[in-house]
């Protein structure tokens, strides 16, 4: 059996990398720098890591639970800086939406396999597939979002497209002060700027790793240990910072249920549709397909041989 990892690719996340760095036109006159950096950092990655399998997990319009949950996730959040060459062509929604379907098409004619669940967000899904459905096996997630730092084990590693490095635990140890076992619950109190959810004031990563040894180990806490901590060094020093750890609970276990990557953002519904990916979709290879569809819409610039011979090695 093959030791080679799963790979598993946060789509939006990295068409955004590359829809904001990548100036290609087509033929046709047409913005199409997603397109041709989504599809030559499939081949570049295959290159790098090496994969048995592929799967792109794309965005299903945002997680109603959370939402629900608190109103102001993700409100507001700023688009990402474009590289542009030229003024002319309006960076829209519909722009990224035509060029994500451009993908996803293209992309059918590989063994590349892809999910989209409807109102389930592309980590919850990928946090499912790494918690449950690929537990026990080697796999590497693809994107620069920090929120996958709580799934690294010993079976699981990142690559940072933003990096361009793989991220382990001990690179998180390093540059955040906590472990990756108990990243989840330090976010959830220090806060995420990007994804717009506050945290409890004056607390960062590093401030809360001092207040709070444990955090640093492998051990993983749970919220209620970690508040029983927190409350007895509370008693102890009786400072600002633990007064704030302490009387911050609410806003720190509602955030938790935010960040937390496993089934608590999930309905039966979006589990269902995840495993049904493992039964009904079902890889090809079909190069002159993909190179007509892509003739079609005058995009000629990507090296569609290599990309297939990157892709040869994997098992479906």
Request: hydrophobic share 35%; net charge positive; with cysteine.
């Amino acid at each position: 059996m093959s030791n080679r990892p799963i790979m598993i690719i946060d789509g939006l996340n990295l068409f955004m990398r590359h829809y904001a760095a990548h100036p290609a036109m087509s033929k046709n006159g047409e913005q199409v720098g997603g397109i041709v950096g989504f599809i030559n950092g499939i081949r570049y990655l295959c290159e790098k890591i090496g994969p048995s399998e592929i799967y792109v997990v794309w965005e299903g319009q945002g997680s109603a639970k959370k939402r629900h949950l608190f109103r102001e996730y993700k409100k507001n959040k700023k688009p990402k800086r474009l590289n542009r060459y030229y003024d002319d062509i309006p960076d829209s929604l519909s722009n990224q939406t035509n060029q994500v379907s451009v993908i996803v098409a293209a992309l059918r004619h590989t063994p590349v396999r892809q999910l989209y669940v409807e109102g389930c967000e592309a980590d919850d899904a990928i946090g499912y597939m790494c918690r449950y459905t690929f537990k026990d096996k080697r796999k590497v997630i693809v994107s620069s979002d920090h929120d996958y730092y709580q799934l690294l084990n010993k079976d699981t590693l990142i690559y940072s497209p933003t990096l361009k490095a793989f991220v382990n635990k001990k690179t998180v140890q390093e540059r955040y002060k906590v472990s990756a076992e108990n990243f989840c619950l330090v976010k959830s109190i220090a806060g995420d700027q990007s994804d717009n959810i506050p945290g409890v004031r004056g607390l960062s990563y590093k401030t809360i790793a001092k207040l709070l040894p444990e955090t640093t180990s492998s051990q993983e806490l749970t919220l209620d240990e970690f508040f029983e901590k927190a409350k007895e060094i509370h008693n102890l020093k009786n400072t600002k910072s633990t007064e704030r750890l302490v009387f911050g609970e609410t806003l720190v276990r509602r955030n938790w249920r935010l960040v937390r990557l496993d089934t608590n953002n999930l309905n039966l519904q979006h589990i269902n549709k995840i495993n049904a990916i493992f039964e009904n979709e079902k890889g090809v290879k079909d190069k002159l397909g993909m190179i007509r569809y892509l003739m079609k819409l005058g995009i000629n610039s990507l090296n569609i041989d290599g990309l297939y011979l990157s892709l040869q090695s994997l098992t479906r």
